[in-house]
C-alpha cells in the first residue's frame, strides 16, 4: 500500500509540472503529461535509476537530501513536502514525527477543559476536530453556525460536504471546501496510512459520491490553515467568517478553529444575531 502511495503522489505532482515551469527545453512530441522521470532526476541531481525505484516505492536507503532535493525538483509546497517525507518514512517502518500533529482517526474524545475553553469563547464559533475531519465538540456559537452539520452523526466535515444534499446551497464555495477537505484528508492518510478508521471513511465516501472519487484521485494534498468561508444560514442568512485553526498541547489529536467577522460589517451583525437566536432557542439540535 505504501509504495502504491508513493507511485501515484509522485506520478501525479509530476504530470503537472511543464518543462517550461521547470525551466526545460519543452520542444519535440512528449508522450506523458508533465515531466519524464528522467527529467525530475536531472532536476533532482540523482540518476535515472535512482528516481525511478523511489517512484516505484521501493525507497529503502533514500535520504532525506534526495526527498528534499525531488521535492524541489516537482515544486512541491510545504504540505506536500511533509507528505512525500511522511509516506517515505512510513514506507521505510519509520513514521515521521511531528509534534502536536493529530492522528488522523484517532478516537480520545476532548476533555472536560477543551470543552470549557471552546465554552469561553462566547463572540465566536469554535469546534475541535480530529484528522479525520469529525468534529467532536463546540460551542454554544459553533453549534449554531453548523447547525445543518450537527443534524447528522456522527458530525463530520467531509461526510456533510458530499453526501448531504443541502450542503452546496449551506456553503456557497463548496466545491473549494470540498477540494480543501479532501487534501486535508489525505495528508491524514500520509501521516498515518494505517488507520482503519480513516481508510472506512475514504471508502465510503468513495463509494457514494463521484465527485469524491475524482478528487481523490488528483492527489491533492494540504494541511488545515487560516482561511475565509462564506455561508448561507437557514436563520441569518449570508456569512462571511475567517478561521484560525490551532493545535492544542494538552490534546495533540485534536485542532480547535474559531472564526469571527470583520469588524462593522454585515457578517458581524448576522453573528451577534445568530448567537442571540442560539442562546433563546437551545432547541434540541443546539444543546
Known sequence: MGAVAIRDFLVSRRARITPERA???????????????????????????????????????ISDSVLAAVARALQLDDAERQHLFDLVHTANGAPSVRPGDPQ?????????????????????????????????AANLLGRALFAPLFAGSPVNQ?????????AAAFFPDWRKLAHDAVAMLRASAGLS?????????????????????????????RTRRSGVKRFHHPVVGPLTLTFQSLTLV??????????TAEPGSESETALRLLASWAAATRTEGLP
Open 104 to 136: 488522523p482517526g484517532a478516537e480520545v474524545q476532548p476533555g472536560a477543559e477543551v470543552q470549557r475553553l471552546l465554552d469561553a469563547m462566547t463572540d465566536a464559533p469554535a469546534y475541535a476536530m480530529n484528522g479525520c475531519l469529525d468534529v467532536l
Open 193 to 221: 496510512p494505517g488507520d482503519e478508521r480513516l481508510a472506512a471513511l475514504v471508502a465510503e465516501l468513495s463509494a457514494q459520491s463521484r465527485t469524491f472519487r475524482e478528487m481523490w484521485a488528483a492527489y491533492d494534498v
Open 158 to 166: 467531509a461526510r456533510y460536504l458530499f453526501l448531504d444534499p443541502g
Open 250 to 259: 494538552t490534546d495533540p489529536h485534536l485542532r480547535i478553529a474559531a472564526g
Open 23 to 61: 525551466g526545460l527545453p519543452g520542444h519535440g512530441l512528449r508522450r506523458v503529461a508533465g515531466l519524464r522521470r528522467e527529467e525530475v532526476a536531472q532536476l533532482a541531481g540523482v540518476s535515472v535509476e535512482y528516481y525511478i525505484r523511489l517512484e516505484r516505492g521501493h525507497c529503502q536507503g
